[in-house]
């Protein structure tokens, strides 16, 4: 089993800067796939960002953030981080993080495991 922490959400004004951590716990990262997923009010939850654990170049971003997000892990903290730069409105959501074993298919919610419980952030216009 893993748990998943997420922190790092808040509030923030367009054009502004976040960095959201996930913690893992139970289970090593080394061997999972961990992502990024977002889910703003009446809307369904979207893919946003994806890390391989064993290596730093596979990557992948929904097109929405791609040059303004950036996944990194550190494996020996068992920590993923999402830096966020240029923030919009339509960024608001709650941040999940999940993860799964193997990489593939990461935009699909349904491939994953292990959720956290969100974070919240807020960009304002």
């Known amino acids: 089993q893993v748990q998943l922490v997420e922190s790092g959400g808040g509030f923030v004004q367009a054009g502004g800067s976040l960095r959201l951590s996930c913690a893992a716990s139970g289970r090593s990262f080394s061997s999972l796939t961990v992502a990024w997923f977002r889910q703003a009010p009446g809307k369904e939850r979207e893919f946003v960002a994806a890390?391989?654990?064993?290596?730093?170049?596979?990557?992948d971003y929904a097109d929405s953030v791609k040059g303004r997000f950036t996944i990194s892990r550190d494996n020996a903290k068992n920590t993923v981080n999402l830096q966020m730069y240029s923030l919009k409105p339509e960024d608001t959501a709650v941040y999940y993080c999940?993860?799964?074993?193997?990489?593939?298919?990461?935009?699909?919610?349904?491939?994953?495991?292990?959720w956290g419980q969100g974070t919240q952030v807020t960009v304002s216009s």
């Open positions: 999940a993860a799964k074993p193997g990489y593939g298919s990461n935009r699909f919610t349904t491939m994953y495991n292990y």
């Open positions: 890390g391989a654990s064993w290596s730093e170049r596979t990557t």
